[in-house]
């Protein structure tokens, strides 16, 4: 079989993905694979054995540049086209269902289109209270494919662990057991305060090396969380490492706090022990699913409002540190 899966959007849903991309292999062992992603994504896919073909479309420019930039959009949606029609396809597989997913899926040479959302000319599936790999297990199942995956699944090159390697035994944490605290989130309101994470990060250094990881427009707000503390059991490695190499830190860590965002689905792909925190958005459809894993959320009455840059309540500020140390402890002892 030639099967086409279509998986964009942000780095920690196409991380979910992977479980569903996994299932397929799994079901159809023979099959041709061709995965499209969004380039920002494609290093989360890169050294996946699962998939045969990756093809790629650059959907936050075109998202950021339509209405400057209209005629490379045009171009660019158009080469995309081109590159899926190349081939054509038995299984048909939107696992997005986003205007500028769907619009491959039409495009798609095959008879046979599986869709997440009501979108029209294909078969749908749509139960957005299920947990997001579950939702698109159902995509799977009008394909004809049982989901068998239930937690993501990545894999990081020898290269990217030789790289991190050599950071850490440059900067003496090699060796170390690592506690590698994740603050920041895309949204404001998933943010858990950086002086808890201080606080938290001297209750931990004398268990663990802590190590600080962010994007690098967040390296000097995360200073904040080493301040006072002994230089030699933190380190801020914000802006330092690339996506596979931040992947292998992972991999290796013995603890990971993080909110609901992209460290805690590679920690739970990983099975890393891991507390995730949670403010404005349901665990219940992106929680993770390891054996090792705990999620936190104050008994504030939360809404779940989903409210990206600014919640009255504020209700991720409510998790107390010692709530975190109790979880911690627990998923340390798994």
Known sequence: MNILLIKQTSLGDVVHGTAAIR????????????VLTSTTAVSVLTDNPDIDELLTFDRYRVKSNW????IWCASHIFSTVREVRKNQFDLAIDLQGSWKTVVFLWAAKTQKRFVKGRWLFARRFRKPRLHAIDEMGGVLQLAGITPLQQVPVLHVSSKSHES???LLRDTGAQGQRLAVLCPM????????????????????????????????????????????LSVDRVLNLAGRLSLNEFFALIERAGLVISGDSLPMHVASSFNRPLVGLFGPTDEGRVAPRSG?????????????????????KNCIADIRVEDVERAIASVLNA
């Open 23 to 34: 299932s397929v292999r799994l079901a159809r062992p023979d099959a041709r694979l061709t």
């Open 67 to 70: 209405w400057r930039h209209p």
């Open 185 to 228: 989130t895309r949204w404001p309101t998933k943010n858990w305060p950086l002086e808890r994470f201080r606080a938290l990060a001297t209750r931990l250094q004398d268990q663990f090396f802590v190590v600080i990881a962010g994007a690098s427009e967040d390296r000097e707000a995360l200073e904040a969380i080493s301040r006072d």
């Open 292 to 312: 090792r894993s705990m999620t936190l959320r104050a008994d504030n009455q939360c809404r779940r409002c989903y409210r990206r840059s600014h919640c009255v």
């Open 164 to 166: 991190l390697d050599s």
